[in-house]
């Protein structure tokens, strides 16, 4: 079995007081005051938790554990978010279960957190003062708008687009890669509303020298040094001026949740989800490739040809990851389940294929040895992933099994049974989504 990643709150409290009260009541927007006490906004997430304003909270310590959560060492749980494992908390990273990822659109409490930064402090966010310059070497009327400007000078758009992270799929490979150890749950696929990023372009004149956008968002390094980006990538610029690019204000029909970018962020719906920054303050149009934090050496790249596991591979033979690969996701029964074995079987899931279309997905109880075709929807629009289910699956006698879920993009492109070619950084894997079942 593998170790839990999963803190308890008297073990976070144990390792850092006033981190564990950053990360429990909101992140690097909750920090504790001079005096050791925790803030009005920190005070407000902790009574969202308890159910009840605290009477004398101005006053309470900021290294305290509250005593309605101190006879419980249950893992805690990130504001906002419901059943998600915490990977990481410096800075926060967090996947959601499979199952916990049944329902077609992916609600705010479910969608995974991946920060390469600390976030902003969320009491310094104003959306009504919020700002994105828009700038760089291919804009030839460099702006600077208010968020209401934007909501006001461009017209909305509402899709449902798919975005994973890079790495999700990490803690499958051998030699281990570095990074957060991702199992599956580093996707989502909720509905986005905002501008599109290419009318935003073209109305601040975008040159036709431009081959490369950027962004940069409010969060901050990991260090504290003002100087340093956190993250900074982009996408070039035939991506950028699709349809399906947005600068997204809310997620289905709300305010974007604090910890996935609020107010203001990107979405690329398709590429590792680096290319859609957060908390974005400006984005660049640029005639070179974008070279900020993240863009370059063995960052959300992968080598340019197969290479034995454990090869250390030179920078310049790594290309930048773009379009995601086909992949499949069980959400339906929850891995572990029993079954009757004389009573048929069924299951669901989602697929997704970076920028394509999921052509089939097939379903094996054998180990791969056979294959089931599942019923497959049609995407709602194109970057939204794709809802497949099965049923009358029987198990032909008691015992233990596997149930794999495999994907086929438009292009013939199946998902690999067991894993794909190793990368340095853990990036891309999509092999085959299983879950076990016992049949009894």
């Not at 989800?273 to 790249?301: F, L, Q």
């Not at 389940?337 to 069924?346: C, D, G, L, M, W």
């Amino acid at each position: 079995m593998k170790e839990s990643n999963e803190k308890g709150i008297h073990e976070l409290y144990g390792e850092d007081p006033e981190k564990a009260a950053e990360i429990l009541w909101g992140g690097g927007g909750f920090r504790a005051s001079r005096r050791g006490f925790l803030t009005k906004s920190a005070i407000a997430s902790m009574s969202a938790l308890l159910g009840g304003k605290i009477v004398f909270g101005d006053r309470f310590p900021a290294s305290l554990i509250p005593a309605a959560l101190a006879q419980s060492d249950q893992p805690f749980k990130l504001p906002g978010k419901e059943g998600l494992v915490v990977l990481n908390d410096r800075p926060i990273n967090a996947e959601t279960p499979a199952h916990l990822l049944d329902d077609k659109i992916t609600p705010a409490n479910r969608l995974f957190v991946r920060n390469n930064g600390l976030p902003p402090a969320s009491d310094s966010i104003d959306p009504e003062k919020w700002t994105l310059e828009i700038a760089g070497e291919s804009i030839g009327k460099p702006t600077t708008f208010t968020l209401p400007e934007l909501k006001e000078k461009f017209e909305h758009h509402t899709l449902q687009l798919t975005i994973e992270c890079g790495g999700n799929g990490r803690s499958e490979f051998n030699p281990p890669a570095t990074g957060n150890q991702w199992t599956v749950g580093a996707v989502g696929c909720p509905e986005w509303t905002g501008v599109r990023l290419r009318d935003v372009l073209e109305a601040c004149d975008l040159k036709d020298d431009a081959i490369y956008t950027g962004y940069y968002g409010k969060d901050t390094h990991l260090s504290g040094d003002p100087g340093k980006e956190a993250i900074s990538r982009g996408v070039p610029i035939a991506k950028a001026l699709e349809d399906e690019s947005l600068i997204a204000f809310a997620m289905n029909g709300e305010d974007i949740p604090y910890l996935n970018g609020h107010p203001l962020r990107l979405v690329t719906g398709g590429w590792p989800a680096s290319t859609s920054g957060k908390w974005v303050k400006k984005i660049v149009a640029r005639n070179v490739v974008h070279d900020g934090a993240k863009m370059t050496g063995s960052s959300y790249r992968v080598p340019r040809y197969p290479v034995a596991p454990g090869t250390q591979v030179p920078d310049e033979d790594m290309k930048i990851i773009e379009s995601m690969p086909v992949k499949s996701l069980v959400t339906f029964p929850q891995s572990g389940i029993e079954h009757p074995v004389k009573e048929a079987f069924s299951c669901r899931g989602h697929a997704w294929a970076g920028d394509l279309s999921v052509k089939e997905v097939h379903v094996s109880i054998d180990f791969g040895a056979t294959w089931s075709r599942a019923v497959l929807e049609a995407p709602v629009n194109r970057l939204a992933w794709q809802h497949w289910s099965i049923e009358g699956i029987r198990f032909p006698m008691k015992g233990y099994y596997e149930v794999w879920a495999r994907a086929v993009d438009e292009n013939g492109t199946s998902q690999p049974m067991i894993l794909p070619g190793w990368n340095p950084k853990g990036y891309l894997n999509n092999a085959c989504h299983r879950i076990a079942v016992q049949a009894i």
